[in-house]
């Protein structure tokens, strides 16, 4: 009986120092969590959590009053504003092209009064009596025939620019005259317009052609004789470049 009662006591004094061993474990767990909590005032126990705070949705814009689709324009005036903006493009080529011939036209002219001098200074130093004595000099008679082929080239130059200059003024015309038409092609009927466009495209055919480089033919122009420009030299002599 004593056996079994000092096992009792024994057994009973073990369950009590366990369960004041778990108490003291949870009280330091509970102080340590509401430590750490004090630190952040969004953690403190048995503390409602806080609702997050809703993105206030920005305001849109209010729409302003959007321009209302284009209409599209019909195919008449697709049509005549193509063959206008081709005119148009013609005109400002042809502009370029007049500039071009007229500063060959000048170059050539340049280069007529370089070898009108060379030969009469040469003429002057050789004291020469007439042209069929000078051409005997072949500087002289190459100057002269070069001569001869640049008053050739220029006048065949001029009569490039005289066309150019003609293209120029029609395109300027037909511009005027049918960009009128256009604003008013939604009541033209579609055979006016095709006879607009018809007049348009006789000028683009006739006149686009000289936009292009092309060979300059010389051989339908008369040229002067040598006689005669050794003559013009002599009795309008030009100065000799130093």
Same mark, same amino acid.
């Given at each position: 009986?004593?056996?079994?009662?000092?096992?009792?006591?024994?057994?009973? +004094? =073990?369950?009590?120092?366990?369960?004041?061993?778990?108490?003291?474990?949870?009280?330091?767990?509970?102080?340590? #969590? /509401? #430590?750490?909590?004090?630190?952040?005032?969004?953690?403190?126990?048995?503390?409602?959590?806080?609702?997050?705070?809703? #993105?206030?949705?920005?305001?849109?814009?209010?729409?302003?009053?959007?321009?209302?689709?284009?209409?599209?324009?019909?195919?008449?005036?697709?049509?005549?504003?193509?063959?206008?903006?081709?005119?148009?493009?013609?005109?400002?080529?042809?502009?370029?092209?007049?500039?071009?011939? &007229?500063?060959?036209?000048?170059?050539?002219?340049? &280069?007529?009064? @370089?070898?009108?001098?060379?030969?009469?200074?040469?003429?002057?130093?050789?004291?020469?009596? =007439?042209?069929?004595?000078?051409?005997?000099?072949?500087?002289?008679? /190459?100057?002269?025939?070069?001569?001869?082929?640049?008053? #050739?080239?220029?006048?065949?130059?001029?009569?490039?620019? @005289?066309?150019?200059?003609?293209?120029?003024?029609?395109?300027?015309?037909?511009?005027?005259?049918?960009? =009128?038409?256009?604003?008013?092609? +939604?009541?033209? =009927?579609?055979?006016?317009? &095709?006879?607009?466009?018809? &007049?348009?495209?006789?000028?683009?055919?006739? /006149?686009?052609?000289?936009?292009?480089?092309?060979?300059?033919?010389?051989?339908?122009?008369?040229?002067?004789?040598?006689?005669?420009? /050794?003559?013009?030299?002599?009795?309008?002599?030009?100065?000799?470049?130093?």
């Amino acid at each position: 009986m004593n056996h079994i009662f000092i096992l009792f006591v024994i057994y009973l +004094s =073990g369950f009590l120092i366990f369960n004041i061993e778990v108490n003291q474990i949870n009280f330091f767990n509970f102080n340590l #969590a /509401y #430590a750490m909590g004090s630190a952040n005032t969004d953690q403190i126990p048995n503390s409602q959590p806080r609702k997050p705070n809703k #993105a206030k949705k920005a305001k849109r814009p209010k729409k302003a009053n959007q321009a209302q689709p284009q209409k599209k324009p019909s195919t008449e005036e697709s049509r005549l504003r193509e063959r206008l903006d081709k005119v148009s493009q013609i005109r400002q080529q042809l502009i370029q092209k007049e500039k071009s011939v &007229n500063s060959l036209i000048s170059e050539y002219h340049n &280069n007529i009064n @370089d070898l009108k001098a060379e030969v009469g200074n040469i003429s002057a130093q050789n004291r020469y009596q =007439g042209y069929n004595e000078a051409i005997k000099n072949k500087q002289i008679r /190459y100057d002269i025939r070069l001569i001869q082929e640049r008053t #050739a080239y220029i006048e065949k130059l001029q009569q490039v620019r @005289d066309r150019i200059n003609d293209g120029k003024q029609e395109m300027v015309f037909l511009e005027r005259k049918f960009s =009128g038409d256009l604003k008013m092609v +939604s009541v033209l =009927g579609k055979e006016e317009v &095709n006879k607009i466009i018809k &007049n348009l495209n006789v000028a683009i055919t006739e /006149y686009g052609p000289l936009t292009k480089k092309s060979a300059i033919n010389i051989s339908d122009i008369k040229k002067i004789s040598g006689e005669q420009i /050794y003559s013009d030299i002599l009795s309008n002599p030009v100065p000799h470049k130093k």
